[in-house]
Every structure is written in structure tokens, then in C-alpha cells.
Antibody, heavy 123, light 106 residues
Framework: EVQLLESGGGLVQPGGSLRLSCADSGFSISSSHAMAWVRQAPGKGLEWVSVISGNGAGTYYADSVKGRFTLSRDNYKSMLYMEMNSLRAEDTAIYYC???????????????WGLGTSVTVSS | DIQMTQSPSTLSASVGDRVTITCRASQSISDWLAWYQQKPGKAPKLLVYKASSLEGAVPSRFSGSGSGTEFTLTISSLQPDDFATYYCQQYNTYPWTFGQGTKVDI
């Protein structure tokens, strides 16, 4: 069974940094699949954060994190990373990594999700 | 950004009911829409992609339809395991955006 496991979350002060990792116990994090991050603030809905193409050449970000978060991947190690800088209180959330499915070469959904890692930004 | 609006925000239903959730996009997204189910403390689960394609192993009581700006998720006969929050998400244009969610409760 394909599973994703996030790590790296924790408590950080405003302005601080964190690096989230997503490990794959199956074959999700390979050059065949785009990978994404989605977050959920306490008691709130889902918010898409970022996506990276299968070969790592293309990345897209939500406006709320653009310029502060950087996505990367190591397909040989089956790992996905998200560097989070200049963290704000509003970045407090559960962060999920997810594998994307594609139809006609375009992402059409996220079919495998991790358990999530909690990020709290507070002084 | 494309705004996704779901209705209703909360839906009270009983086991066996037919349930329909609507998702409207602020501009056309063709059929690049997915539906997710989320239970408290759990990660979302993909139900439908490309507006009407059922993800593998999802029960056939779930169905999706629509194109352009209006989409629906239908549960033909609500089961106890279906009480959850449902989200739509558009994949037509970056940034991808989710609807605000529809909570289905008893």
C-alpha cells in the first residue's frame, strides 16, 4: 500500500523557518507523479499550498506563500521537501503532502495523502 | 483567482437519503474539478476527479456531474460512513482553489 509520511512540523516563532519533508513508502514520489502540499488551519477548510512537477522542473505556489515557501524533491530518495521561511501566525495549520493523478497530462486530483504534520507559528 | 462556492455549507440528512452538494466556480473550469471527503482528524480522500470520474474503490452511490461553472456531488443513498465534510477543488487554473466545504451531519 502506498503511504506518504510527513515530518518536520513543530512550534516556531513568527519570522522563523521550518523544513517539511514527505517520505514515500511506495512509489508515489517518483518522476511519474506531480506532488502537492495542502494545509488546513485549525477548524478551517482546505487550502492548496504548492505543487511540483514529476521531474521537479515546475513549481507553483498559492499567493499566500509565494516567495516564502520553496518546494523541492529528490526522486532517488523518494522524498519531497518544502522549505518554509518568514513564517506567520496565519501559516499555522496541518500540512498534508499528496500525490497527484493526471489526465491528458494535466493534474486532475490528489489520490494519496499523508497523515499530516502540524505547524504552529507563535511567540 | 477562481472562487469555488459550495452549497449548502451544512446539510442535515438521514441514512438512506439522497444528498446533493453543489459547487459553483466563478469562471469556467471545463471539467477540471475534484471532490474530496474528509472526516475529523483524517486526511481528505479523493472521491471524484475530472468532474464525473469515480476514483477506484469509491462506492458507486457517489457520483459527480457538471461542467463549466456548475457541478454536483450526489450520494444516492446516504450511509452511516458518509457523514463527513465534502470539498470541491478546481484544477483548471493556478492557484488551485477549494470550496469552503459542506458538512453532512445527522
Amino acid at each position: 500500500e502506498v503511504q506518504l509520511l510527513e515530518s518536520g512540523g513543530g512550534l516556531v516563532q513568527p519570522g522563523g523557518s521550518l523544513r517539511l519533508s514527505c517520505a514515500d513508502s511506495g512509489f508515489s514520489i517518483s518522476s511519474s507523479h506531480a506532488m502537492a502540499w495542502v494545509r488546513q488551519a485549525p477548524g478551517k477548510g482546505l487550502e492548496w499550498v504548492s505543487v511540483i512537477s514529476g521531474n521537479g522542473a515546475g513549481t507553483y505556489y498559492a499567493d499566500s506563500v509565494k516567495g516564502r515557501f520553496t518546494l523541492s524533491r529528490d526522486n532517488y530518495k523518494s522524498m519531497l521537501y518544502m522549505e518554509m521561511n518568514s513564517l506567520r501566525a496565519e501559516d499555522t495549520a496541518i500540512y498534508y503532502c499528496a500525490k497527484c493523478i493526471t489526465v491528458f497530462g494535466m493534474v486532475a486530483g490528489m489520490d494519496v495523502w499523508g497523515l499530516g504534520t502540524s505547524v504552529t507559528v507563535s511567540s | 483567482d477562481i472562487q469555488m462556492t459550495q452549497s449548502p455549507s451544512t446539510l442535515s440528512a438521514s441514512v438512506g437519503d439522497r444528498v446533493t452538494i453543489t459547487c459553483r466556480a466563478s469562471q469556467s473550469i471545463s471539467d477540471w474539478l475534484a471532490w474530496y471527503q474528509q472526516k475529523p482528524g483524517k486526511a481528505p480522500k479523493l472521491l471524484v476527479y475530472k468532474a464525473s470520474s469515480l476514483e477506484g474503490a469509491v462506492p458507486s452511490r457517489f457520483s459527480g456531474s457538471g461542467s463549466g461553472t456548475e457541478f454536483t456531488l450526489t450520494i444516492s443513498s446516504l450511509q452511516p460512513d458518509d457523514f463527513a465534510t465534502y470539498y470541491c477543488q478546481q484544477y483548471n487554473t493556478y492557484p488551485w482553489t477549494f470550496g469552503q466545504g459542506t458538512k453532512v451531519d445527522i
